[in-house]
């Protein structure tokens, strides 16, 4: 799929081919608000070579999803998405399924296998993903859950171990801990034996607690770069704060993550790339990053979930039909954990 004209029709229309080729999916044909979403019918793909083929079960949404649909003039040259239009107006990125079919080169799965993972165009009945993309699905959580996780759940795990260096016994603060991103980072920190202190807004105080903070701020009350505290290690979802606030909340040799740019991305993404660089020397770090999905870190939230250390926190759940919904209301920023799209397969045998 590469074009919207390739892509088929409005999917509330009569079909006139083959239905076991087509099926449902959202596409972004043009830059914009959530509006400019379609729910049509497009050709199902044929996993080739090292892709999987997955009928999904449930997909999540992301801000990685909705920065792109604006279509921010920067993204569109740095991402190389389209100048004009998107390139590939193919909608989503988590997901949560059964293996359907797969290439000649696939050997780590085979069709009826549930698993979980990111793919082009998740927001879809099916999906034609790289094998490394996928790995296993939990045992003890649903496809919903497991679609919650690959990236919000990897770019906390990213943040703490690989750019924030965790260890038992730091003092840690995540900021947002109440969205996505924020819900994995408290519990990802707490299973590395850290002390926890969670900052959200007032609505969300109780359920940061129930996912184990220790300690948790209203912001709405209270800026935890002005109380005084000093924590090893700060993981921030919402990069509102200038770098100084932050080395002022850091301890000697602490670091803050930066992982989440919610008014003025492109502004403040090129903010905290530059200066968080030049300011990043001495005994105290304020960093960013961009996560990278591996099927080693996949593979190492799927035992945390198993072992009962990190529970998936969903928010709202949204047919596919509903996408722009869905994306809209995530928009707002407000959402408490993660935004579930799910899948109708009645209709097909």
């Given at each position: 799929m590469t074009t919207t004209e390739t892509?088929?029709?409005?999917?509330?229309?009569?079909?006139?081919?083959?239905?076991?080729?087509?099926?449902?999916?959202?596409?972004?044909?043009?830059?914009?608000?959530?509006?400019?979403?379609?729910?049509?019918?497009?050709?199902?793909?044929v996993p080739e070579g090292g892709r999987v083929l997955v009928k999904i079960h449930a997909a999540s949404a992301n801000p990685a999803d909705y920065h792109p649909m604006r279509g921010p003039f920067m993204i569109?040259?740095?991402?190389?998405?389209?100048?004009?239009?998107?390139?590939?107006?193919?909608?989503?990125?988590?997901?949560?399924?059964?293996?359907?079919?797969?290439?000649?080169?696939?050997?780590?799965?085979?069709?009826?296998?549930?698993?979980?993972?990111?793919?082009?165009?998740?927001?879809?009945?099916?999906?034609?993903?790289?094998?490394?993309?996928?790995?296993?699905?939990?045992?003890?959580?649903?496809?919903?859950?497991?679609?919650?996780?690959?990236?919000?759940?990897?770019?906390?795990?990213?943040?703490?171990?690989?750019?924030g260096h965790i260890?038992?016994?730091?003092?840690?603060?995540?900021?947002?801990?109440?969205?996505?991103?924020?819900?994995?980072?408290?519990?990802?920190?707490?299973?590395?034996?850290?002390?926890?202190?969670?900052?959200?807004?007032?609505?969300?105080?109780?359920?940061?607690?129930?996912?184990?903070?220790?300690?948790?701020?209203?912001?709405?009350?209270?800026?935890?770069?002005?109380?005084?505290?000093?924590?090893?290690?700060?993981?921030?979802?919402?990069?509102?704060?200038?770098?100084?606030?932050?080395k002022r909340a850091l301890n000697p040799n602490g670091t803050c993550v930066i992982v989440g740019f919610r008014d003025k991305i492109i502004r403040r993404l090129l903010y905290f790339a530059i200066r968080g660089r030049l300011f990043s020397r001495g005994d105290k770090k304020v960093v960013f990053f961009i996560a990278k999905i591996t099927p080693n870190d996949l593979v190492f939230m799927k035992e945390l979930i198993e072992a009962g250390k990190v529970v998936p926190a969903i928010d709202r759940r949204y047919p596919l039909r509903e996408t722009s919904q869905a994306i809209r209301y995530l928009e707002e920023g407000h959402a408490r954990g993660k935004v579930i799209i799910t899948m109708d397969h009645s209709s097909h045998t």
């Open positions: 892509l088929a029709r409005p999917a509330s229309e009569a079909q006139t081919r083959e239905p076991t080729k087509l099926m449902k999916a959202i596409v972004c044909p043009r830059y914009g608000p959530p509006d400019v979403l379609q729910f049509i019918e497009v050709e199902k793909p569109r040259v740095i991402g190389r998405t389209g100048l004009r239009k998107p390139k590939d107006p193919r909608f989503g990125t988590d997901i949560a399924g059964r293996v359907e079919a797969i290439g000649n080169n696939v050997t780590r799965f085979q069709p009826g296998d549930e698993v979980f993972g990111v793919c082009p165009g998740g927001f879809a009945e099916y999906g034609s993903a790289r094998e490394d993309r996928l790995t296993p699905k939990p045992a003890n959580c649903s496809f919903e859950e497991a679609a919650a996780v690959p990236v919000a759940g990897l770019t906390a795990l990213q943040a703490l171990r690989d750019h260890k038992s016994g730091q003092k840690v603060l995540v900021n947002g801990a109440g969205g996505g991103v924020g819900t994995f980072a408290v519990q990802i920190a707490k299973s590395f034996g850290t002390e926890v202190t969670g900052v959200t807004s007032t609505q969300n105080l109780d359920m940061v607690r129930s996912i184990g903070a220790d300690r948790v701020i209203d912001y709405t009350k209270e800026d935890f770069t002005r109380t005084g505290e000093r924590y090893d290690l700060i993981c921030d979802n919402a990069a509102m704060h200038s770098i100084s606030d932050y």
